[in-house]
C-alpha cells in the first residue's frame, strides 16, 4: 500500500510520533556510547534532528495538519509497516545536509544543546 494513497488516522500519527520520539532517542544513545569525537562530528546532525524532533512535539490534530501534505514526513508510515521503527529523521538529516543554506555557526550548535540541557 503506497503511502499517497491512505489517509491516516490520529492513531496512525500518535504511533508515527512515538516513533520518531524513539529514533532520536536512539540517536541519543548512540552519540552517548560513541563519545565526545564522534558526538563533535555528529554536531549538525544532532540541530537538524532537534529541529526535526520539534515539528513532530505537536498534538496530533496540529501535527496532522502541519504534516499530512509533507512526503518526506509520510515516509515514517512505510517504516512503521515495513519494520515497526522510524528512520524518517536520518532521511531527513541526509536530505538536510546537502542543502547549501542550512549551515548552523557553532554558536548555533551550541545554544541548541544548551537549551535542551536547560529542559532535563
Known sequence: M??????????????AQKSVFA???????QLQTKGVDYTIKEARRIVIYQDLVDEWKHTVP???ADLEDNELALTVFQDLAK???SHVLQRCAKK?????????????????????AERE
Not at 2 to 15: I, L
Not at 23 to 29: A, G
Not at 96 to 116: G, K, R
Request: no cysteine; charged share 40%; proline share 4%.
Open 62 to 64: 496540529t501535527l496532522m
Open 96 to 116: 538536510m545536509e546537502e542543502w547549501p543554506d542550512y549551515i548552523p555557526s557553532a554558536l548555533t550548535i551550541w545554544l541548541e544543546l544548551a537549551e535542551d
Open 83 to 85: 519494520d515497526q521503527v
Open 2 to 15: 503506497e503511502v499517497e494513497d491512505r489517509t491516516f488516522t490520529k492513531v496512525d500519527w500518535k504511533r
Open 23 to 29: 529514533e532520536y532517542d536512539r540517536f541519543v544513545k
